[in-house]
T-cell receptor, first 113, second 113 residues
Framework: EAGVTQFPSHSVIEKGQTVTLRCDPISGHDNLYWYRRVMGKEIKFLLHFVKESKQDESGMPNNRFLAERTGGTYSTLKVQPAELEDSGVYFC???????????FGNGTRLTVT | SQQGEEDPQALSIQEGENATMNCSYK?????LQWYRQNSGRGLVHLILIRSNEREKHSGRLRVTLDTSKKSSSLLITASRAADTASYFCATDAITDSWGKLQFGAGTQVVVTP
């Protein structure tokens, strides 16, 4: 089966610009997560979708971040406007039913200059 | 504060040697997982140990969990150059839903031929 795919793999933008990250989970996985690793620190949870619904968005840092999952398939994470501290690697993960492990994508490395 | 903290931060060993890394956490957990990340890639799930388990094996991996000390260890036996990667422990608190993980900063392991 195809794994979790993320696009783009790298993005370099200027402060104040907008960036949209995309995640395609494994087909059939209702649960989708966004995590990020900023400045070499620990990987932090951002939010969790179950199908198209936001189950938990307690990790979203502020209202400059907007995550969507229309139709319950792929998800997007938009940062608008981007700030320098948003630089880092954004990971998406999905999982199947029950207490199954997370499958992570390769991440999108975001650099805000 | 970090939930999972790995020790050491970096480890350099030769092929054939064993690699041991430790993880400490702060809150009560449902389970503890270990992930591996190769440079530029996503996290790969290695092994999960539940809070009522004390030891688990998977191939060359051995994980222990001491809930009284809130700590875990990952042992990789007979290491290979391909084991070079960063290793992360991740916990999910009993107050959180499955999949909402708290990661440590990771241990970077380098295995030289």
């Amino acid at each position: 089966e195809a794994g979790v795919t993320q696009f783009p793999s790298h993005s370099v933008i200027e402060k104040g610009q907008t960036v949209t990250l995309r995640c395609d989970p494994i087909s059939g996985h209702d649960n989708l997560y966004w995590y990020r690793r900023v400045m070499g620190k620990e990987i932090k949870f951002l939010l969790h979708f179950v199908k198209e619904s936001k189950q938990d968005e307690s990790g979203m840092p502020n209202n400059r971040f907007l995550a969507e999952r229309t139709g319950g398939t792929y998800s997007t994470l938009k940062v608008q406007p981007a700030e320098l501290e948003d630089s880092g690697v954004y990971f998406c993960a999905s999982r199947g039913p029950g207490n199954s492990p997370l499958h992570f994508g390769n991440g999108t490395r975001l650099t805000v200059t | 504060s970090q939930q999972g903290e790995e020790d050491p931060q970096a480890l350099s060993i030769q092929e054939g040697e064993n690699a041991t890394m430790n993880c400490s956490y702060k809150t009560s957990i449902n389970n503890l997982q270990w992930y591996r990340q190769n440079s530029g890639r996503g996290l790969v799930h290695l092994i999960l140990i539940r809070s009522n388990e004390r030891e688990k094996h998977s191939g060359r991996l051995r994980v222990t969990l001491d809930t009284s000390k809130k700590s875990s260890s990952l042992l990789i036996t007979a290491s290979r150059a391909a084991d070079t990667a960063s290793y992360f422990c991740a916990t999910d608190a009993i107050t959180d839903s499955w999949g909402k993980l708290q990661f440590g900063a990771g241990t970077q392991v380098v295995v030289t031929p």
